[in-house]
């Protein structure tokens, strides 16, 4: 069974930065995708960032030149450093992998940013 836990959320004002970390245990394949996505209040989940097991990056637009994500695939984490924060990106943030043509979801973590 493959798990994902997630850190790193919080409170923080307009302008400042969080970096959220996620950690996949279990029977994952080498190749494989991590990523982020996130759900504010009466809004769909959508995609935030995502990274292959090969280095390949996609961002949303709003993340773009904003947020970074990398991965260390020894360890099978995947972390997500958001710069420039806007009281916008408050929603719970949910990391994801893709394993083995399976798509699994961390608990999700709560960033709030405030105005």
């Known amino acids: 069974q493959v798990q994902l836990v997630e850190s790193g959320g919080g409170l923080v004002q307009a302008g400042g930065s969080l970096r959220l970390s996620c950690a996949a245990s279990?029977?994952?394949?080498?190749?494989?995708?991590m990523g982020w996505y996130r759900q504010a209040p009466g809004n769909q989940r959508e995609l935030v960032a995502v990274?292959?097991?090969?280095?390949?990056?996609s961002y949303a637009d709003s993340a773009k030149g904003r947020f970074t994500i990398s991965r260390d695939n020894a360890k099978n984490t995947v972390n997500l450093q958001m710069n420039s924060l806007k009281p916008e990106d408050t929603a719970v943030y949910y990391c994801?992998?893709?394993?083995?043509?399976?798509?699994?979801w961390g608990q999700g973590t709560q960033v709030t940013v405030s105005s």
């Open positions: 279990g029977s994952i394949f080498s190749i494989n995708a």
């Open positions: 994801m992998l893709i394993n083995r043509a399976t798509q699994y």
């Open positions: 990274i292959t097991s090969g280095g390949i990056t």
